[in-house]
């Protein structure tokens, strides 16, 4: 009887294992893909207009991006419609502390353009949090553009995220179309392993002292 159960224990080890290995991302060819980048005060993030040159980058594979980084980060994005046919790329990373390391990547898709930072936990093996950092995407009835500048706002140590929207949107009237464009920033500090959303201080200086180029 002893035998038995030893032997029963002993599959059902082998079987949890293989369950883990399952579930467990396969995290350093993912990871390959991001170059780490060098250590500076302050990182701005924009989209790219047309006319600019390709985005630096790592191009990753739309299977191991979609298969890696989980559903629910996934679905934050709101245009990622058919992963077929986006074109992802690693932009870097950075420690953020001692657990945790953020991957940037940019995905374009169309006309959609998006920057996000993916958040790592190295004591869990997986990705465990998203931040939009650039954005752009609309029609014509109107476009959202999105950017952010990474450095320490508050003085301790830990790089923080000011973001910037633009929004511009165009109404049908009786006569007349109208045309309205609106500012906004947005504070985001480092705080106990994650970024959380802080009311600004004077957001029209904000606005004033991280502009955000228009196209």
Known sequence: MYSILKLLGFFTCLLAASCQQQISPKSPVFLSHFQRLPAVDTLHVEVSSENDAPSNGDSIPNALFFKEVPKMLLEQIDYIADSAQAQVSGRGSFQLND????????????????????????????????VTLAEFYGGDGGQVLIGSWLFDYDGDGKK?????????????????????????????????GRFVEMPLRDTAAAITRFPIRGF
Do not use: C, M
């Open 99 to 130: 657990s945790i390391t953020a991957y940037w990547v940019e995905i374009r898709q169309f006309w959609f353009q998006h920057h996000s930072l993916f958040l790592y936990n190295k004591s869990q093996n997986a990705f465990t949090d998203r």
């Open 160 to 192: 923080d995220i000011l973001r910037r929207e633009i929004q511009h949107s165009i109404i049908p009237g009786d006569e007349d179309v109208i045309e309205r464009t609106d500012h906004s920033a947005g504070l985001l500090l480092w705080r106990n």
